[in-house]
């Protein structure tokens, strides 16, 4: 969260994206993913978050108990 943190305060100080993003090792779709989730929700948007799905892709089939 501290790395992201310092990412975002560099951004806000009014360095280039391209060049922060080379030098935290991050491509600039991240970068962009960080920085928006800050301007949405702030610093606690910089936390880490779970990678669980929120929810479970189920089929409409169903496995038979028989072999066929």
């Known amino acids: 969260m501290e790395e992201r943190l310092r990412f975002v ?4 100080d009014g360095e280039g994206m391209s060049d922060v993003c080379r030098e935290f090792g991050i491509s ?35 496995r038979s108990s028989k072999p066929s």
């Open 9 to 12: 305060a560099r951004l806000l």
């Open 28 to 62: 600039r779709k991240t970068g962009y993913k960080i920085l928006g989730r800050f301007k949405d929700e702030g610093v606690e948007a910089l936390s880490d978050r779970s990678r669980r799905p929120k929810r479970l892709n189920r089929c409409g089939r169903r």
